[in-house]
C-alpha cells in the first residue's frame, strides 16, 4: 500500500505586535528630566541634533532598538523561535507617527514591535522580549497603542470550515473577552466591537454589490475568490495553500466538478499520487472482524478540572441609556460611530449569527460579514476577495487588547487567542456548539457564564487563574460587579 504524500496543514501559530512609545530627546536638549531620580527608570534616548526631526528621529530610534534586540538576544537560549526571528532581524519594528502623543511631551516616538513565533512557549518570549526593552529604553503606552495577536496556522489559509467556526466563536466570545480590558476600547475606532459595528451587528443583508471577487491580475476570470480560493476543503484535498500556485487556476473547473450536486468526492489536483479517475480495486470492503467494535459505556460528565476562586462578574451592558457615551466621553477623539449604538440596540444573538455566518458559502463572503467602518476587534481582512486571490498573509488578527508593557500579561492574552483558535479548529462538534450556547446564556442571562467560565472551557486553566487577579484588581477601575456577593 502507497503511503500519501499529500502535505499537511501546519499547526496553528501566532504573531503579536507590541505598540508603544519610547521617550527621545535631542543630546543638545538640556532641559532637567523630572523623572531622573527614579529608582530603575532607564535613561531618555539621546538622538543626534541633525538625527532629531520629525522623520529621522524615528529612523533612529528604530535602528537603536533593533541594535538592543540584536546584541541582547545574539547568544539567547530560546532556541527555536528565535530562529524565525532571527530572519526578520530579531524583531520587525515600525514606527507609527499617527499616533496622538500631544498629552505626552517630549516622548517622540511609537514603536510597533513585531513577533513572528513559532512554538507554544515563545508566548513567554514574547513577554521576556518587552521587559528586556522596557529595561533599557524608557516607555509608555496611551489610548493609541494597541496589544494585536495574529493567529493561523503559519503558511496555510483556514479552510472555509475552519473560518466558518473560528468567526462563531469569536462573535460569540467577544462581549467576554472585552471584561479583560477598560471598557473604553470597546469603542477605539482601532478596534471596533463586531457585536456593535459589523455588517451582522446592523443586520445588513450581504448582496453581491458589497463584495469585490477579483481575479488577481495576470489570472483568468474562472479564478473568483468565491469559486476556489475560499470554497470548502474536503478530507483527502491537499492544503489550502496549493490554491495559491501558479497551476492552481488549470484546476479550477475540475474542482468546480467535484461540488456540483451528488459530488462528494474529493478534489485531487491532476499529478498527484492519489489522483486516479476510478477508485482502486484493492481497497477493502469488509470490517475487519480484528477491530473491536465494543461500545464504552457513557460516563456522567467530569467536575471542571479547576475550581474557581472568585464569583462570576456581571456582563456590563453598554446599551442601557448613557452606556455607550459615557465610554465615548472617557476615551476622547478616538471613539466614532457610537451615537446610534443605543437606539439601535443589540445586534444579533449567538446562534442568529451563527446561522448567517454558517450559510456563507466561501471565505471571503463571512470577511465581508465581520468587516466594520474602522478596523474590526477580530479581524478576517486576510481572507476577504482581494487577499483571497492570490497568495498572501493567512492569520486573523485579535485587536481587542489595549497595549501593555507587563510581560507575563502579553503572554497570557497570546496564549488565549491561541486557545480560541485551538478550540475552534479542534474542538468536537458537541464542545463547538455548548461553548456557544454557554455564551448565548451569557447575553441572556446576567452573571450565569463569564470570561473566566470561558477559559476553563477553553482548557487554558492557568490562564483563567491569571484572569481572575486581572479582573478583581480592575474591577473597581472597569466598574465591573459580581454577580453574588463575595464569600
Known sequence: ????????????????????????????????DPYANVEGLPPILRAPDNDFNYDRGESYTLDRVEAFLDR?????????????????????????????LSRYE????????????????????????????????????????GLHVHVGTLA??????????????????????FTLFDPVRRLNKYSMALRDHSLIANRVELTEDLMYHSPPPEMSDSWLCH???????????????????????????AFLKT????????????????????SPDDLPHEPDPGVNRKLLPLTDPAERPRKRNIPRFRLPNYYEPGGFQALAYALGELATYW???????????????????????????????LMCPYCPSISFRHYDCVNLSGPSSCSVEFR????SLDGQWIATWAKICCGLLKFALNASPSDFIGLLTNCDRADREDGSYDVVDLLDDLGLFAEAEIVEKRLVANMDWWRLEFAEPKS
Open 1 to 32: 500500500m502507497s503511503t500519501s504524500t499529500l502535505p499537511q496543514p501546519a499547526r496553528p501559530t501566532f504573531g503579536v505586535e507590541i505598540e508603544l512609545l519610547i521617550a527621545v530627546r535631542s543630546e543638545s536638549d538640556n532641559s532637567e
Open 72 to 100: 541582547y538576544f545574539q547568544d539567547s537560549p530560546f532556541g527555536a523561535p528565535l530562529t524565525s526571528v532571527a530572519s526578520r532581524r530579531k524583531a520587525l519594528i515600525n514606527l507609527n507617527p499617527s499616533a496622538g
Open 106 to 145: 517630549k516622548w517622540q516616538a511609537v514603536v510597533d514591535v513585531s513577533v513572528e513565533a513559532v512554538s507554544d512557549r515563545s508566548c513567554s518570549w514574547c513577554g521576556f522580549l518587552v521587559s528586556a526593552i522596557t529595561n533599557e529604553f524608557r516607555c509608555r503606552i496611551n489610548d493609541t497603542c
Open 156 to 177: 496555510d489559509r483556514l479552510s472555509l470550515d475552519q473560518v466558518r467556526r473560528f468567526a462563531a466563536i469569536s462573535y460569540a466570545a467577544e462581549p467576554l473577552l
Open 227 to 253: 469559486r476556489y480560493p475560499g470554497r470548502d476543503r474536503r478530507h483527502g484535498e491537499p492544503p489550502m495553500s496549493s490554491r495559491d500556485s501558479d497551476e492552481a487556476q488549470n484546476e479550477i473547473s
Open 259 to 278: 461540488r456540483e450536486p451528488g459530488h462528494f468526492e474529493p478534489f485531487i489536483p491532476t499529478g498527484e499520487p492519489e489522483h486516479t479517475e476510478e
Open 339 to 369: 451615537d446610534d449604538l443605543e437606539t439601535r440596540g443589540p445586534g444579533p444573538g449567538v446562534f442568529e449569527a451563527t446561522q448567517r455566518i454558517f450559510s456563507r458559502p466561501s471565505s471571503c463572503y463571512i470577511a465581508r460579514e
Open 400 to 403: 481587542l487588547a489595549e497595549a
